[in-house]
């Protein structure tokens, strides 16, 4: 409903208006020639250290490390199969038969097929070390710090952590501004790496805030957006700076809410003080950054189409149980009334534990200059709850893909409703079920979502 909201407003103020860190190349199927006598310091560390090391460091959440020969050498077969399947590093964002992306991604964090090759050839020979004299320098972690950062909030209370299963906990972050703020940077600070899984970061209107917490610092939450996403954070994630002259408008009406994604250990009680890092503008901005949910569509008015499993003629949003390969279609057409072209700066695929798969594309009906009419965005083959963010094109304003009035947003979600999924099974466990139910759009756990959020740019101060 969030989209549709704010698909209402441009279109409203159009209404008024007269015409109104970057990896190269990369592929997650391996296929490049194998080389010959691959060596730990020489071959091996420098794509650890630039690719996996970021969770894969003493105290991260990636559960090992890999930063050190002896860590990373019994180890070596596991890491190969991991990055030829294309599991790691966590990326989701990939070129398929089905979509082919035809602009980069910031801080894309795919290995390439010769990096993929030196990492099976490596663990095919034994895993040798090599000469310490050609390891690059020695690996420092990122700091976790925004640049020229104006404030740093953090929680009224630590958050408890513990148990098996995962939790999802809303945090209230309160900036007490007393005039309107341009936001052009955010950063999440990790409190406690170790259960810090991802987060997701909104601006909530302070009354709402205050009705969904109860008054209280923290409150359980799953799924549902509090307010308007500005910010998604995984372990590993850069700081997030809006390109130079776009901003985000946060009010003294305003709070920040983290939703965070914590892991537990299993074995102890954790506590964490995640941080957020703001940095404001000094000057208002030219454009407005905002996200829009596209999806989610629950009748054929809203777009939704007919699907393989609907019990009827009409199209409805409902998974059965025990199906392991259903689909939902959705077509969002961006209205009529918005007469000005909107760069969109970032896609994201947004499901649940039932989905598989997301793919994101759109049908211009008239494609401005250099742009295609048929275009694919985001195609998520391999979707996981667990790692959950934007992608970023990675070109600048003038060159970003962009949508229009008479333009048609299509998504296409898959879905797995059987034991074999392992989400969906451990979503059964943890609430001691034995067998898949059916499962329709909503909110909870074992309900789903087919959304494809959009970071787009609006002329700053018109809505």
């Not at 299963?165 to 170790?194: M, R």
């Not at 805030?209 to 209280?216: H, Y």
């Amino acid at each position: 409903m969030a989209s549709l909201k704010l698909w209402g407003a441009i279109a409203f103020v159009c209404l008024g208006l007269a015409g109104c860190d970057s990896d190269d190349a990369a592929s997650t199927g391996g296929g490049g020639s194998a080389p010959t006598d691959v060596t730990f310091h020489r071959d091996v560390e420098p794509i650890l250290q630039d690719n996996c090391l970021g969770c894969h460091y003493d105290g991260k959440i990636g559960g090992f490390s890999l930063a050190t020969y002896e860590e990373a050498a019994p180890l070596a077969n596991l890491i190969a199969a991991q990055t030829e399947a294309g599991l790691m590093p966590p990326w989701g964002a990939h070129d398929t038969d089905e979509c082919h992306p035809i602009r980069p991604w910031k801080n894309d964090l795919r290995l390439s097929d010769e990096e993929i090759s030196k990492l099976r050839a490596w663990a095919d020979q034994g895993a040798p070390e090599g000469d310490p004299a050609d390891a690059p320098p020695a690996y420092t972690p990122p700091p976790d710090g925004l640049a020229n950062r104006s404030v740093e909030l953090s929680p009224a209370v630590p958050s408890t952590v513990s148990g098996t299963s995962d939790q999802f906990t809303c945090v209230v972050y309160d900036p007490a501004l007393t005039e309107d703020k341009w936001v052009d940077g955010i950063h999440f600070v990790a409190g406690n790496p170790i259960v810090a899984h991802h987060a997701l970061t909104f601006r909530v209107d302070r009354a709402r805030a205050e009705e969904l917490s109860g008054g209280a610092p923290t409150f359980p939450c799953f799924g549902g957006s509090p307010g308007e996403i500005i910010h998604v954070w995984a372990p590993g994630t850069q700081p997030f700076e809006l390109p130079d002259d776009v901003g985000i408008k946060l009010t003294p009406d305003q709070v920040v809410v983290v939703q965070m994604h914590y892991h537990p250990t299993g074995t102890t009680t954790e506590t964490d003080t995640s941080k957020i890092q703001l940095r404001f503008k000094a000057e208002d901005p030219s454009y407005e950054f905002y996200v829009l949910f596209p999806g989610n569509a629950e009748n054929a008015e809203d777009g939704l189409l007919p699907g393989p499993n609907d019990a009827g003629p009409t199209p409805e949003f409902r998974i059965p149980a025990n199906v392991k390969d259903h689909t939902e279609t959705m077509e969002i057409a961006v209205p009529n009334e918005i007469f000005f072209d909107i760069p969109i700066l970032m896609v994201m695929a947004h499901m649940h534990y039932v989905g598989v798969d997301l793919k994101f594309e759109i049908h211009r009906a008239n494609p401005p200059g250099g742009q295609e009419q048929d275009e694919c965005f985001l195609h998520n083959p391999a979707w996981d709850f667990g790692w959950q963010r934007f992608y970023t094109f990675d070109v600048p304003i003038a060159d970003l893909p962009t949508a229009k009035a008479g333009d048609t947003l299509k998504i296409r979600c898959r879905y797995d409703n059987t034991k074999s999924n392992p989400f969906v099974a451990q979503a059964l466990a943890d609430r001691n079920m034995s067998e898949p139910v059916e499962v329709l759009l909503g909110e909870e756990t074992l309900d789903e979502m087919c959304l494809a959020p959009v970071g787009i740019l609006v002329p700053a101060g018109i809505l």
